[in-house]
């Protein structure tokens, strides 16, 4: 069995190379910043730049800016007059992440929304053609049913952390909040006949979920 250590490296060996504003960030986030680990980083970022170009998205929803790193990723796809919306409830990441959408030059393309996802998300008049979930595993299921309408038939919605550090196979941990959070959805999703989603078991888990039906 190959070290998972040496594996990994070999991985981000092989693959394109991050930026110089993306470096910077993340070594940003991990000196300022608490739960630093929160940040998808290169390879998770190289994967939702990879699925927004193929997607070519007028417009994109983020719940859960963090730092902006993945935002500044999504981004990368967005069609010639795209846009993305962004929402974060933590006031004070405000600024860091707006200074990287200044750097990497998508300020006036990227929306920054502070406050709970669950009052913003409806005041966005927006069709989302890409929707990126990353926050409060909580409330994973009311950001399903808000979006669901926001998206086109033909649209997507990643969810990261659908595995939840292998809690999701723990019978001692499905009375825990976040994990019960993370079940609910995973369920949701799998019994919505109106979708087909998959399992990307890339760190924690990304599930891709696919719009098919109104």
Request: charged share 30%.
């Amino acid at each position: 069995m190959a070290d998972p250590v040496l594996l990994d490296q070999y991985i981000l060996n092989h693959i394109s190379p991050e930026e110089d504003f993306l470096k910077e960030l993340d070594r940003e986030t991990h000196l300022k910043v608490l739960r630093s680990r929160m940040l998808s980083g290169h390879l998770q970022g190289q994967i939702l730049s990879m699925i927004s170009r193929m997607i070519r998205p007028k417009c994109i929803l983020e719940i859960g800016t963090f730092t902006g790193y993945s935002a500044l990723c999504l981004a990368k796809g967005l069609a010639e007059d795209g846009e993305l919306h962004t929402i974060e409830i933590d006031d004070e990441l405000e600024s860091i992440a707006h200074k990287y959408f200044r750097k990497a030059g998508m300020a006036d393309r990227i929306f920054q929304h502070i406050g709970d996802a669950r009052e913003i998300i409806p005041s966005i008049d927006r069709k989302f053609d890409l929707v990126f979930v990353d926050a409060d595993k909580r409330e994973y299921p009311d950001y399903y049913r808000l979006v669901f309408d926001h998206i086109p038939v033909g649209g997507f919605l990643l969810a990261d952390n659908i595995l939840w550090n292998g809690k999701v196979v723990e019978p001692e941990s499905a009375d825990e909040e976040q994990t019960r959070g993370i079940l609910e959805f995973n369920d949701l999703v799998q019994n919505d006949p109106r979708v087909t989603n998959v399992i990307l078991p890339v760190r924690d888990g990304i599930m891709l979920v696919q719009k098919v039906a109104e």
